[in-house]
Each structure stands twice: as C-alpha cells, then as structure tokens.
C-alpha cells in the first residue's frame, strides 16, 4: 500500500476518481469506488470478466456517464465532459483502428482534429518510436495483430493524452507476442512518462508490468499495492487465490508469544507472525493460514529428522507431480489440505519423491500470511463465480 | 522418443491416396454454375443478341424486317430524342439525389438508434412491396390531385410559387409536373436506396466512433471523417439501384406526367406497343443501357470504392 505515494510528487496529473459508481438498472457494475492513480505511474486494473474494471476505465474516458461521483484529471473535474473534450486517450480491446485510413492517417487523425496542420514529423516520430516507419502507408487489415496494436498505441500516444487507457490491449495477441508487447508497452511507458491505466484479467500481464495494480471483484477494489506486495500479503482469499496460488489452512488461534501469533492446524502447529495477519485475532478464533507453493520445501519422511527447528510443518502424501522444466510441482494430500500444491525447484532431485511417498512439508514462518476465516476459500480460483467465464473465453 | 521418429511415415502413403478424389472436385464449383449460366443465357444473352439484330434492321411490319446492319436508326434515334434522353437523366438523378437525402437519416437511425423496434421498422419500409407499383403508383396520382390537401397546402404556404417559377410545377398543379414524377420515382425507388445504406452502416463497428470521439472528434466530425466514408460502399449501391432503374422507368412519367415530361422510357414503351418501330426501340434501348454503363462507370471509379474493404 505505501508503495501508491511513493511515484513522482508532480500530483497535477494525478487521475482521481472520487465515489463513482455505475449501475445499470438494478445491476450495480461498479460500487462507489475512491481511487487516485498518481501521475506518471504505470496502474493496472485486474480482476475477471464482469468485474468493472472496463466499465471504470470508460468512465475515466467518458465513454460511459457514472451514476454517481466525480473523475478528476488533476484539479479539472471532466466528470461531465463528452469524451472528445477530454485530455485521455484509449488504447480499445479490439484496437477500432479506422479501415478507411492508412497507418498514417490512423496515428495523425487525433492532431488533425485539434487543428494541427503540419503532422508529418510528429507521426513519423511516433511510428518510428513503435517500429512502424515503414508500414506508414498501408492500411490497418494489411498489418498483423501486433503491428495493430502498435499503431493503437501510437494513435493514441501522440496526443501526448495527460492519462493513457489500455482496455485489454494484448488479449488478441498469442502468448509470445503478448510476452513481447508488455515489455514494449513498459518501455514507451518509461520514455514517454504518461500515466498509463492498463486494464486486464491478466494476473502475470498486470505484475510484469505495473507499479500499482488494483484487484478488482464484483465491482470493489479488493485490495491495491505494488505487485510484490499484493503477492506477498494478500488481504482476502480472492486476491490470494486471483493472483498466484495459495494454500490455505483453516486453523485456531491458540496462544501469542510477542510478535507471533501460534495456531492449532490438524494437531499440528504452525506460527504466523502477527504483522501478516489481515485478520482479527482472538484465542480460540478462527483464522485461515496462506502460503505459497514456491516457499515450501518438501522432504521425505525418513528424514524428517534433519528440518531444522521452527519451521511450519504439515505431513502428507504426495498424490501427484508433474515435471515443468524449471521446477515439479506436487500435489500433496494432507489432514489439514486435501490438495496442498508444492513447486519444487529442479536443482537436486530426490527420486523417493515419487506419487505415494510419505512426506513433510515445510516453511519458514515469516512466510506465512493469515485471513479472515469469515470468507470463501475458493474464491478467485478457477471454477468460482466469474472467474469461470474468463477460462471459457 | 520413439514414437516421434515412427509418427510421420505412416502420413506419407496416404497422401497420394487422397488426390485423386481432390481433382475430381475441382469441376465440382462449375457444374452448380450450369443451372445459372443456362438461366442467363437464355434469358439475358439471347434476347440481347435478338435486340441487338432488331436494332439493325430495316423494313415495315407488313413486308418484314431485316438485317441491313442499318447503323443510322442509332442516329436518328438519338438526335430525335435526346430531349428525352436528358430529361431521364435529370429526373433520375434528382429523385437518386432525393432518396439518398431522405434515406440516408432513415438507415442511419434503423442501424444504431432504432434498437428494439429495428425490425418494427425495417418491415415498414419494405412494406410497400406488398402493394402493386401500379397501385401505389395511382395512389399518388391522388395525393396529388388538383385541389387535394396536398396541393391546397403547398398553394397555402406558397410552395407551389417557388417551385412554378422553377419550372417544377405549373400554376396551381403538381399533377404533371416534373416534380410529380421525380416524387413518385422517389418513393418507388426509396427502399432501394434505404436497404444497402443500412447494411453498410450497420456492419460498421460502434467502437470505431467510440474511438473517433476519444481522439477529439466532435459528433459532427466523427459522422464527416469516419461513419459517411465508411458507408461510402452502401451510398455507391444504393445510388446505383436506384438510378439505374429510375432512368429507364416509364411508369411514373406516364401515370404521373404529362407528354412535357415524357422519359426515355415512354419513348421506348410507345415505340415497341404502338407506333411497332421496332428498330428504333431496340437502338434506343441499347443507347440507354450504353448510357447508363458510362456513367456507372465514371462514378465509380470517381467515388473510389473499389478500395473500401
């Protein structure tokens, strides 16, 4: 959270939004919602399909009227200015580069319709600045789905718009290219220094590249920080869940000895420090434990003996693995987690841990993070409501 | 590993298996022309090749006519009649002109304002249909009758004055003027233009002007540089199928008009059904179809839509 002030103190281009809500009939897309995105910083808006957060990006365009509160450019409320009195320029889903036009003319209309006469230079510049100074004169259908969305970027780019909109930009683009485009688009982004407002359902796509990303569920900001730390100290099981995998443990609360807090899981204990814990916590209360497949280790059982001290520990066996390359990533069935998910980097391999084996699993405490028990543990995870939609599509 | 070496040979030998049946379909694509070729042939080229030789003909109906390759009928056809020739030209392209004003708002607003009752009123303008041309035809003549409401209330608001002393209309009438044919070819010709407009404007995409606008353009400036152009293909084929077929129309002019406002098309009618010159009607026939071929042509290559996708 602290890492949202620490950008440029230049707080003249900040986009501020200040309640706004959209609802359409009595389907509320986006509730009330404060949100001020400082300017010259890179803000991704992530969440599934339905979540708003397109639906929040047109409204900082003005494509679409909020039901209620104010959007901020600065100290200027454009709240009810149509979009093309407003200094912010989209880069759209499906790119919506005009057929009729050439590539040139795509990237000069913006300039021509502020009544700029001598285009040349700045287009060429900017075609040059996404690598399509050749491609000037060809028509939008003759180009490929990368070369498309380069010309969006600079149509967009060129008015040197005080906030840029990116509404999915790379969702039509294979894995590789998209790979390509973010670190691309994160290289203008640093040139030109414009406050670029990416939206995305992209977990990895928002982390690669922003300074701020915003999880967004059921038209609410579910939690806002740095990727590290939205990554790290995940506030709800959606966004432990949305972004990454979690394991969670359903535990109590037993004892607190300084700043640790002891739970009781499956017999076992595990230790939480109380700094990572979003939840409140009350002897004998219910908190929900969080740890990432990364931060485990795993070690047969025979020789359990050799864990040092005061690690989290949890026994299991392991139901699966499946080899990546990189690492293997197991599936253990334990007491406390029927599918415990471990990656295990593949530097040396122990052929006992096979489908079947006895094993324990351990991490270090300072790694553990605690929820609130009150709320869904499969929420965000592929199957739950709207995060289906996403994988069909 | 080694199913990977073993996996492509087995795709080698059915390869050449599988041609055969593939060259055999190649002719596939002509033998479903046949029917139509047939159809064009004897319906359209025929009867062509038969104007055609009419055209160059001479004789009487009681001796017979002949091919003499008589090229000067196409002259004397031309210089006597140009007037008419003219005439069909400039009410055709006043009432093309006409539809597409009065169309192109129609099809604008059935294409991305009309929402739920889009269907409601696509029907109502392909409504007409149902009726007769002959009957709507007639019905015109008495919506314009001399004295109807119509015309009290042009003479009321003295209409009738200006479009007198334009030549439109004469006096107090409207019936046989030029401004009634150029109506009625109008209305007739209306849906013609409506239909191709709106399935132009309705293919194009709604986030096109989204964009338009997020880049400073003013509605008015989204509609000039971006929806007009892109419905240029549905402005060429409407202009065209309403043109065409009003240039050569004969039915408006002769219910409507009067023998000052005679098109092209009567002279062809009256030259085929009761004067029996066969000849000149066949040349005069061909001169229209030369005439409108020029000018379709010239127009679009003007309106440039061959580059429109």
Same mark, same amino acid.
């Given at each position: 959270?602290?890492?949202?002030?620490? #950008?440029?103190?230049?707080?003249?281009?900040?986009?501020?939004?200040? +309640?706004?809500? *959209?609802?359409?009939?009595? %389907?509320?897309?986006?509730?009330?919602?404060?949100?001020?995105?400082?300017?010259?910083?890179?803000?991704? =808006?992530? +969440?599934?399909?339905?979540? $708003?957060?397109?639906?929040?990006?047109?409204?900082?365009?003005?494509?679409?009227?909020?039901?209620? +509160?104010?959007?901020?450019?600065?100290? @200027?409320?454009?709240?009810?200015?149509?979009?093309? *009195?407003?200094?912010? #320029? /989209?880069?759209?889903?499906?790119?919506?580069? %005009?057929p009729h036009l050439d590539i040139f003319e795509n990237v000069a209309f913006g300039l021509r319709r502020r009544g700029i006469k001598s285009v040349k230079k700045q287009v060429e510049?900017? =075609?040059?600045?996404?690598?399509?100074?050749? @491609?000037?004169?060809?028509?939008?259908?003759?180009?490929?789905?990368?070369?498309?969305?380069?010309?969006?970027?600079?149509?967009?780019?060129?008015?040197?718009?005080?906030?840029?909109?990116?509404?999915?930009?790379?969702?039509?683009?294979?894995? *590789?290219?998209r790979r390509q485009?973010?670190?691309?688009?994160?290289?203008?982004?640093?040139?030109?220094?414009?406050? %670029?407002?990416?939206?995305?359902?992209? @977990?990895?796509?928002?982390?690669?590249?922003?300074?701020?990303?915003?999880?967004?569920?059921?038209?609410r900001v579910e939690q806002l920080g740095s990727p590290t730390d939205l990554y790290e100290n995940p506030h709800t099981t959606f966004v432990a869940n949305f972004l990454g995998t979690s394991n969670l443990i359903e535990a109590e609360v037993d004892t607190k000895t300084g700043d640790d807090i002891v739970l009781k899981a499956g017999g076992g204990k595990l230790v939480l420090p109380e700094a990572r814990c979003s939840a409140p916590t009350t002897t004998g209360?219910?908190?929900?434990?969080?740890?990432?497949?990364?931060?485990?280790?795993?070690?047969?059982?025979?020789?359990?003996?050799?864990?040092?001290?005061?690690?989290?520990?949890? /026994?299991?066996?392991?139901?699966? $693995?499946?080899?990546? $390359?990189?690492?293997?990533?197991?599936?253990?069935?334990?007491?406390?987690?029927?599918?415990?998910?471990?990656?295990?980097?593949n530097v040396d391999r122990d052929t006992r841990l096979v489908p079947g084996a006895d094993v324990v699993l351990h991490w270090s405490p300072a790694h553990t993070f605690g929820l609130d028990a009150a709320q869904s543990l499969l929420a965000g995870t592929p199957g739950s409501a709207g995060i289906q939609e996403e994988a069909a599509a | 590993m080694s199913t990977l070496t073993e996996a492509p040979p087995p795709l080698s030998p059915t390869a050449p298996e599988k041609k055969p049946p593939r060259k055999r379909g190649r002719f596939v694509p002509y033998w479903l022309l046949?029917?139509?070729?047939?159809?064009?042939?004897?319906?359209?080229?025929?009867?062509?090749?038969?104007?055609?030789?009419?055209?160059?003909?001479?004789?009487?109906?009681?001796?017979?006519?002949?091919?003499?390759?008589?090229?000067?009928?196409?002259?004397?056809?031309?210089?006597?009649?140009?007037?008419?020739?003219?005439?069909?030209?400039?009410?055709?392209?006043?009432?093309?002109?006409?539809?597409?004003?009065?169309?192109?708002?129609?099809?604008?607003?059935?294409?991305?304002?009309?929402?739920?009752?889009?269907?409601?009123?696509?029907?109502?303008?392909?409504?007409?249909?149902?009726?007769?041309?002959?009957?709507?035809?007639?019905?015109?003549?008495?919506?314009?009758?001399?004295?109807?409401?119509?015309?009290?209330?042009?003479?009321?608001?003295?209409?009738?004055?200006?479009?007198?002393?334009?030549?439109?209309?004469?006096?107090?009438?409207?019936?046989?003027?030029?401004?009634?044919?150029v109506c009625g070819l109008t209305y007739n010709f209306l849906p013609f233009m409506v239909l191709p407009l709106y399935s132009s404007l309705e293919r194009i995409d709604g986030r096109l002007h989204e964009a338009a606008g997020d880049l400073y353009a003013k509605p008015s400036t989204v509609f000039r540089k971006v929806t007009f152009p892109l419905s240029m293909p549905g402005v060429v084929s409407g202009t065209l199928l309403t043109f065409i077929p009003a240039a050569g129309d004969y039915v408006n002019a002769d219910l409507l008009g009067s023998t000052d406002t005679r098109m092209v098309g009567n002279v062809i009618q009256s030259q085929f059904l009761r004067i029996l010159d066969y000849p000149t009607a066949a040349a005069l026939s061909f001169i229209l179809m030369a005439a409108i071929l020029v000018m379709v042509t010239v127009y679009i290559r003007k309106s440039g839509t061959e580059d429109l996708v």
């Amino acid at each position: 959270m602290t890492t949202v002030t620490t #950008n440029k103190t230049d707080h003249g281009g900040d986009v501020r939004l200040s +309640g706004i809500s *959209k609802t359409y009939g009595s %389907f509320t897309a986006v509730h009330p919602l404060d949100l001020t995105v400082p300017h010259g910083s890179f803000f991704a =808006l992530l +969440g599934a399909s339905g979540c $708003g957060k397109t639906t929040t990006l047109r409204m900082i365009a003005g494509l679409e009227e909020p039901s209620s +509160g104010s959007v901020f450019l600065g100290d @200027q409320e454009v709240t009810s200015l149509p979009p093309y *009195k407003r200094p912010v #320029n /989209t880069v759209f889903q499906s790119y919506a580069l %005009f057929p009729h036009l050439d590539i040139f003319e795509n990237v000069a209309f913006g300039l021509r319709r502020r009544g700029i006469k001598s285009v040349k230079k700045q287009v060429e510049e900017m =075609l040059d600045l996404v690598q399509l100074g050749e @491609q000037s004169r060809k028509k939008p259908h003759q180009l490929s789905g990368g070369q498309q969305q380069r010309v969006a970027v600079a149509r967009a780019l060129i008015n040197t718009p005080r906030v840029l909109l990116l509404d999915e930009p790379l969702g039509a683009l294979d894995l *590789k290219l998209r790979r390509q485009m973010q670190l691309e688009l994160k290289r203008i982004q640093t040139e030109v220094g414009i406050t %670029f407002i990416h939206v995305t359902h992209d @977990q990895e796509e928002a982390m690669t590249m922003a300074d701020t990303v915003a999880v967004m569920n059921a038209g609410r900001v579910e939690q806002l920080g740095s990727p590290t730390d939205l990554y790290e100290n995940p506030h709800t099981t959606f966004v432990a869940n949305f972004l990454g995998t979690s394991n969670l443990i359903e535990a109590e609360v037993d004892t607190k000895t300084g700043d640790d807090i002891v739970l009781k899981a499956g017999g076992g204990k595990l230790v939480l420090p109380e700094a990572r814990c979003s939840a409140p916590t009350t002897t004998g209360g219910k908190v929900l434990v969080g740890v990432r497949p990364e931060k485990i280790s795993l070690t047969h059982a025979d020789d359990a003996g050799e864990i040092p001290e005061g690690r989290n520990r949890i /026994t299991g066996k392991i139901a699966s $693995g499946s080899f990546i $390359g990189v690492s293997t990533q197991y599936v253990i069935d334990s007491a406390v987690c029927p599918e415990f998910e471990v990656y295990v980097q593949n530097v040396d391999r122990d052929t006992r841990l096979v489908p079947g084996a006895d094993v324990v699993l351990h991490w270090s405490p300072a790694h553990t993070f605690g929820l609130d028990a009150a709320q869904s543990l499969l929420a965000g995870t592929p199957g739950s409501a709207g995060i289906q939609e996403e994988a069909a599509a | 590993m080694s199913t990977l070496t073993e996996a492509p040979p087995p795709l080698s030998p059915t390869a050449p298996e599988k041609k055969p049946p593939r060259k055999r379909g190649r002719f596939v694509p002509y033998w479903l022309l046949l029917p139509g070729i047939l159809w064009l042939l004897v319906f359209f080229a025929l009867p062509m090749i038969y104007q055609a030789s009419t055209s160059v003909q001479t004789g009487s109906l009681e001796e017979g006519y002949k091919v003499t390759w008589h090229f000067a009928t196409y002259w004397d056809a031309l210089s006597e009649y140009w007037p008419q020739f003219l005439r069909s030209v400039a009410y055709a392209a006043s009432a093309t002109l006409l539809c597409l004003l009065l169309g192109y708002p129609l099809a604008y607003l059935i294409a991305f304002r009309a929402g739920r009752w889009r269907n409601l009123i696509m029907i109502l303008v392909i409504a007409p249909f149902f009726t007769s041309f002959l009957i709507r035809t007639l019905a015109w003549k008495t919506i314009l009758a001399d004295g109807g409401p119509v015309v009290g209330a042009l003479n009321t608001l003295h209409v009738l004055d200006v479009t007198s002393w334009l030549g439109w209309t004469s006096g107090d009438r409207v019936l046989a003027t030029p401004l009634a044919v150029v109506c009625g070819l109008t209305y007739n010709f209306l849906p013609f233009m409506v239909l191709p407009l709106y399935s132009s404007l309705e293919r194009i995409d709604g986030r096109l002007h989204e964009a338009a606008g997020d880049l400073y353009a003013k509605p008015s400036t989204v509609f000039r540089k971006v929806t007009f152009p892109l419905s240029m293909p549905g402005v060429v084929s409407g202009t065209l199928l309403t043109f065409i077929p009003a240039a050569g129309d004969y039915v408006n002019a002769d219910l409507l008009g009067s023998t000052d406002t005679r098109m092209v098309g009567n002279v062809i009618q009256s030259q085929f059904l009761r004067i029996l010159d066969y000849p000149t009607a066949a040349a005069l026939s061909f001169i229209l179809m030369a005439a409108i071929l020029v000018m379709v042509t010239v127009y679009i290559r003007k309106s440039g839509t061959e580059d429109l996708v």
